[in-house]
């Protein structure tokens, strides 16, 4: 069974960059594709933020494209989210999934393992 531990999160002002982390363990992370979801506050759902695939390609919501960038490193079977250029829009708890196949999805039920989430706090 997949487990994802994500961290990295913390209090930063507008304007600074926070790197997150996702630690995966129970599945390689090489054939999957991975994604990082986030829940605002006061928000019921979860958005989409960025997923990547096995081949890395990227695939960026809108809103956080120039400033967010997603890499994964395959011998310590992580993901990682380099968050520059942040604003207030951004507070939220971040979490990442792990897919259920190769192809990468907007769509939150197309991942799982989901970790205890990292908050991420921008203040102005």
């Known amino acids: 069974q997949v487990q994802l531990v994500e961290s990295g999160g913390g209090l930063v002002q507008t304007g600074g960059s926070l790197r997150l982390s996702c630690a995966v363990s129970g599945r390689m992370i090489t054939r999957i594709a991975m994604a990082w979801f986030r829940q605002g506050p006061g928000k019921g759902a979860r958005e989409f933020v960025v997923?990547?695939?096995?081949?890395?390609?990227?695939d960026y919501e809108d809103s956080v494209k120039g400033r967010f960038t997603i890499s994964r490193d395959n011998a310590k079977n992580t993901v990682a989210l380099q968050m520059n250029n942040l604003s207030a829009e951004d507070t939220a708890v971040y979490y990442c999934?792990?897919?259920?196949?190769?192809?990468?999805?907007?769509?939150?039920?197309?991942?799982?393992?989901w970790g205890q989430g990292t908050q991420v706090t921008v203040s102005s």
């Open positions: 997923a990547i695939s096995p081949r890395d390609f990227a």
């Open positions: 999934g792990a897919g259920r196949g190769a192809a990468i999805s907007r769509r939150y039920e197309r991942y799982t393992g």
